[in-house]
């Protein structure tokens, strides 16, 4: 059996490779070794981000798992009864935030 170090393990993939729904993003893909983030836009451009922490892209790629699938859920019942917005963010606005404007280093791959 797989000695797991930490509850984080068992609950996340070491690569990511997965479509995204966004109006600027195709696929975005993770390698928690190497730490590097591949992003695929609609116009056919690709792009390696190096040295993203896996907390960083966790945050990036959070409507994809299970816990931001239950918080975007929270967030909307929420929503509902205090009649204010609780919007995360889409992910071409938690590209610029966390990744873009952070200035990790990139090469454009196509």
């Known amino acids: ?13 070491k690569k990511w490779d997965k479509p995204v729904v966004s109006s600027h993003l195709t696929e975005i893909e993770y390698d928690d070794k190497t730490k590097k983030l591949k992003v695929s836009f609609h116009d056919g451009s690709k792009y390696e981000y190096q040295e993203v922490p896996k907390k960083v892209f966790r945050n990036f790629a959070d409507e994809q798992n299970m816990f931001g699938k239950a918080k975007k859920f929270v967030n909307k019942g929420i929503s509902k009864i205090t009649k204010k917005d609780l919007d995360d963010g889409t992910y071409g606005t938690r590209f610029w935030e966390l990744i873009r404007n952070k200035n990790y280093k990139y090469k454009k791959l196509t």
């Open 1 to 13: 059996m797989k000695d797991l170090t930490s509850y984080d393990d068992f609950i996340f993939e």
